[in-house]
């Protein structure tokens, strides 16, 4: 959470600063606790990750390298996607880690499309699949017939939805009729959760039980975690048209400030230790920039550089 909270820090700063990073730039201020302990359960290479574009928490505690996140950002042709995609369109395919799709809902068909895939071939065993959503893309068509196909087929699926309170500017009232977004886990067949996004022990303690369920053969978990965005829908957006009352709400609370409230409060850690946390944390995200920055961006007039994907684009076959 640290790491993704001072990360996420640079990439703003850069984003303002103007001159280096292209696209767009969405964070997760106030989503750290749900992505992180949604992530953690995940195992880099065995299971299957579709994260969103709140899940920089997610990423980091699923085992995604700084210097993927950096090299990215700062689209150089050593990055995960070779310097051409939007940021947060990245992944390792190969390893089971899928690049985000901007289209909201897909990405639940892609997920549940790449377990049901893992079945046929017998290759499933005990990996679990997991992606994530906010309460504005749960109404998207896609959204539905994902999580429809993976109830029916009882994939090992966790689908995480952070109910932020807003669809970019679009309030909860004008989103959904039902009393709660987990209300709807009735209606596809699947078990549902709903959680405390801000409270990372209710966080973890929730996804835990969730996957474990999801690889013992229950099927698709639905887990919503209450919580607001700390920030704009990007870092184009001021967000004012979130009021103040939101703000002052139990939901406003940051998960980063509550985590260390809980851990200092229980001697699992002392005030020292936050501080050195966050000099490490800075330390590698300084490092990991300096490395990328000094990295070629692509040539559009290279051969290679197509539009569309070919063989040569391939993962790994890059020269
Ligand atoms: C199918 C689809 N429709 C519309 C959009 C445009 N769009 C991008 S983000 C966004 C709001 C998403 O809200 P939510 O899912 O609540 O996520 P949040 O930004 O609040 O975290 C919309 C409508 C899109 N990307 N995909």
Redesign the pocket.
Known sequence: MILSRILEEKLGSLYRAGGRIVGGV?LGRG?EAFSAAAGNNLRYGKDVYGP???DQAGRIAYGEPLLDTLRTYLGVVTGPMRGRDGNIHRGRPKDGYMAMI?????LLSVVAGALFARRLRGTLEDSVGATS????????G?FHEGLNMAAVEKLPLVVSI???????S?PTTR?YACEDLVDRAIGYGVEGYSVDGTDLLACVATFRTAFARARAGHGPQLVVGRLL?LGG?GEHDDASYIPDSAKHKHEARDCIEVAKKQALEFNWATEADFRTWEEEARRDVDAAQAIASKEPTPDPYRETWHALSTSELVEGQHG
Not at 133 to 140: C, H, L, R
Not at 162 to 168: C, H, L, M, S
């Open positions: 969405y989503q969103l574009i709140r901007s289209h909201l809902g897909s959503i906010g309460d504005g893309g749960t109404s998207t896609a952070a109910n932020n309170q807003f669809a970019y679009t989103q965005r829908h």
